[in-house]
């Protein structure tokens, strides 16, 4: 998802070409996404690197895709040079991905060293795991100290952002992630039980709404939007839609585990779950759907709150309140 947006923001500011070498070089990039996500696997697999790659290969992808956007903002620095704005900008964000590289090449060299050296199979060590997240916080405050030095006009040397770029791209975003919640749905096994089209339906109405009232919220002219009003507000607002986005993915989890509970059947079967459904979880049913509707309810929760939040970083709480009167008003009329 980070690097996601770090390319959104990257196709925001510059557009160097569509040759050859640029295709090419995309589609580099794609495969070692592509691999990062190949590699994502359960803590308890990950955590093991001596018993398998997992994390070795997570830890080579993530090394391979923030060194291509090193070399992306080194292109700019090298052929702008007619523009001292670019060549800053591109020069600071080259600055900020070296300490996250070299966290995830920690991580790649641990790994590494554990799956192909002589360590026992069961070793289990959550330190490549731990230098990951360590990266990410590390990328997220180098973002944060950018915003801070903006605010307090230390950092003049800039290059704006189409705007109205960034609000398409990130309403796609927001459209494919709240897809995957529905294909969550519609991947599982179809049980003929009232319970069953129960949850489908109002899973798939659910989500229906939510993205209609994401799109009705959110601001669609660049004047409205919260990256238009202040640095600070841009960064809380990106800040708060990753945080969305993944508490829409745990939603769409969520919504296949409660109809995967309805094909296990209502019998308590504990550990004997089916193998096409993961491993074998050991948890008694009820136990099971306690965590089910805690997940639930905690992605759900999130989402409303990432949602208000964002709301507020585009106009404050009165003009909010206006506009709530304003439609509480005409609905009463109709």
Known sequence: MLLWFDKLYYDSRFFIGDDLYHR??????YVSLATAVQHISPDSIMSNSSGNAAMFGFSVALVFCNTLTVV?????????TDSPAAQAVAKRNML????????????TILSGTAHFG?????AITDVPIGLCIAAVIVDKLSTLYTVVMKSKGRITDDVGINI??????????TILIMGEAILSLLIVEVVATWDFYLTFYAGVISVILLEYLHFRSQPHHVDEHAMRRSVLKSYVFTLLMQCYSAALILLGVSYKM????????????????PSQYGSATGLSSE???????RLFGLSMASVWACSDAMMLM????????????????GTMLV
């Open 164 to 173: 109205a770029y960034v609000i398409h791209r990130i309403g796609e975003w």
């Open 72 to 80: 992306r903002y080194l292109e700019i620095w090298l052929n702008l």
């Open 24 to 29: 090419v070089f995309k589609m580099v990039n």
């Open 118 to 122: 002589s360590s026992p199979d069961d």
């Open 258 to 273: 409660l109809l995967t509970e309805y094909v296990l059947g209502n019998d308590d079967r504990g550990d004997e779950t």
């Open 96 to 107: 900020y991905k070296v300490l996250p590289t070299s966290l995830y090449l920690a991580a």
């Open 287 to 293: 136990v099971r759907r306690q965590r089910l509707a």
């Open 314 to 329: 585009h106009a404050d709480w009165r003009h909010n309140l206006k506009r709530t009167r304003k439609s509480f008003v």
